[in-house]
């Protein structure tokens, strides 16, 4: 485990990153709202999109558009070699070894949703098992549900300790002859945990189980090789990173590691500065994190920030994120979660710190 | 700015504080679960009743300012008052939360609850405000012992 952690740390070689030319390729980071410039921290949910990408889309739309793979017209023909293309690029960006891997869908959970009732169906019978976490987004949870009450399989739940972190020891002593399937998050969207895929698939093949990766929060924070990982599937979704067409082209025109680093060090900017401030409480304090921070604070309900955040232009989730198994480990009804993109700056982060004590004197 | 202002006004902000009639009731005649599977928020809601009156009412429970405020005014709106009166003031409630009915015109009739005219620019947060109204509603209509916004 210390291993691959050490791994995913070593991505953090400071060089320039010029997040200023960066903002000005997303049109809508320049708007303002009630007054005051948009601060956008809600990336977990989804990606603000370059111009460049509007424009390929646009392009499409106007230029291209025309039903792939079935018609034997130049439009059709277009439109199908942009798609493959896509799919190549994808293939390139996550090393996927064979082009045929690389399946679209509309996003992570339909992908999910597929395996669950594809390959899942057809791989559990009665009393077997299928693994996922306490800290999984409900995409990765009612499949499996579903398939359990119609197989009558048994789902087991790997805990997490009160940092966010998934107790790897405890996972191991699960699997045995009838676990099937393993459904894991890579990066959860509520705390931010950067789980250890990479031993927990290795455990998991050592007893001949095939892994899925939740990876929507994965993929548009740090660099994924699916061979290296060696996992069976791997879901994502390119609409949180900077697509929805184009997906991994943006991250190919800058050095990856750079915004990686730049994401790296927002987070923990923002982390000193939101625990310096009194009565607030982070929720997701785990060693590996990726830039999602979900705080709490004290006596306010996190419902009752986001308005008033808002009204500062500041964007940020509220709510239980769609895992409702983690506020129940927390003991918390819901959570504000701040996620951090490429593109967020410094100021940003100082521009929420100022809105979280407006909060606080509003309550107090 | 309003908008925010129009959301938290004073009433609201001071009824989240220090809400009214915040206890668990021994010997309700009526004890209901409000919940709101939405944004998780829930109440307990006690009422004893005697002969066609609202004698005493009282709740407890978690939520956001808007829902926890709503309880409480509302607790303090329909204490003493008949289940008829109560019931029309609940519709009057619902209303004004679902903009069909001006504040201004209702004014003396809403009292305290015209505070929450504002919640009308937020969808979003309508039925943190009903919540409690609902469950109210729910424990003088029916039998039932939980009551949701769903």
Redesign the interface.
């Known amino acids: 485990m210390r291993k691959e952690q050490n791994k995913s740390a070593k991505i953090l070689k400071p060089r320039p990153f010029n997040v200023k030319k960066i903002r000005e390729d997303f049109p809508i980071l320049k708007q303002t709202i009630n007054g005051k410039p948009l601060v956008y921290l809600d990336n977990a949910a989804t990606s603000q999109k370059p111009q460049f990408v509007i424009d390929a889309m646009n392009h499409y739309y106007m230029e291209e558009n025309s039903n792939i793979h079935r018609g034997v017209h130049y439009l059709s023909e277009l439109a199908t070699q942009s798609y493959e293309a896509a799919r190549v690029k994808i293939q390139k960006h996550i090393n996927a070894k064979h082009l045929e891997e690389v399946i679209f869908t509309r996003g992570t959970t339909e992908a999910i949703n597929l395996v669950a009732h594809s390959f899942g169906r057809f791989q559990v019978k009665e009393g077997d098992e299928i693994i996922i976490s306490a800290m999984e987004h409900h995409s990765n949870i009612v499949p499996w549900q579903l398939l359990r009450d119609e197989k009558g399989i048994v789902l087991r739940i790997i805990p997490i300790n009160d940092r966010g972190e998934l107790f790897i020891d405890k996972y191991e002593k699960m699997l045995n002859e009838r676990t099937k399937i393993v459904s894991i998050v890579h990066v959860s969207n509520v705390l931010g945990t950067i789980n250890p895929i990479k031993q927990m698939i290795e455990i998991a093949h050592k007893n001949g189980v095939p892994v899925l990766i939740d990876g929507a929060q994965g993929v548009p924070h740090m660099k994924i090789d699916v061979q290296d990982l060696d996992c069976d599937f791997y879901a994502f979704s390119g609409h949180k990173m900077y697509g929805p067409t184009g997906v991994g082209v943006y991250i190919n025109q800058i050095r990856f590691d750079d915004a990686i680093h730049h994401e790296h060090n927002l987070l923990n900017y923002a982390q000193e500065t939101l625990s310096s401030i009194k009565g607030l409480r982070i929720i997701g304090t785990a060693a590996q994190k990726s830039s999602v921070l979900s705080f709490v604070l004290k006596n306010i309900h996190p419902h009752d920030i986001g308005p008033i955040l808002d009204d500062d232009g500041i964007a940020l989730r509220t709510g239980h994120h769609c895992a409702q198994p983690v506020m129940k480990c927390f003991e918390v009804p819901a959570t504000a979660r701040a996620s951090f993109a490429m593109y967020n700056i410094k100021e940003e982060v100082d521009a929420l710190v100022k809105g979280i004590h407006r909060v606080i004197k509003v309550f107090s | 700015?309003t908008?925010?202002r129009e959301?938290?006004q004073e009433v609201i902000?001071d009824h989240?504080?220090s809400p009214r009639n915040y206890y668990r009731m021994e010997n309700a005649d009526r004890k209901i679960d409000g919940y709101n599977p939405l944004?998780?928020?829930h109440f307990t809601l006690f009422v004893k009743l005697e002969n066609d009156r609202i004698k005493d009412i009282s709740f407890e429970g978690?939520?956001?300012?808007?829902s926890?405020a709503s309880a409480s005014v509302m607790s303090s709106a329909v204490k003493g008052k008949t289940i008829s009166e109560a019931e029309e003031l609940f519709h009057k409630f619902h209303k004004l939360m679902i903009g069909e009915a001006d504040p201004m015109e209702n004014i003396e009739s809403l009292g305290k609850l015209a505070a929450f005219s504002g919640v009308t620019e937020?969808p979003a947060?309508v039925k943190?405000a009903t919540l409690a109204w609902h469950t109210l509603h729910t424990a003088l209509t029916t039998k039932e012992h939980r009551a949701t916004t769903e």
Do not use: Q, S
């Open positions: 700015m908008a925010l959301l938290y902000l989240n504080k944004c998780g928020d978690a939520g956001c300012a808007i926890k937020y947060r943190c």
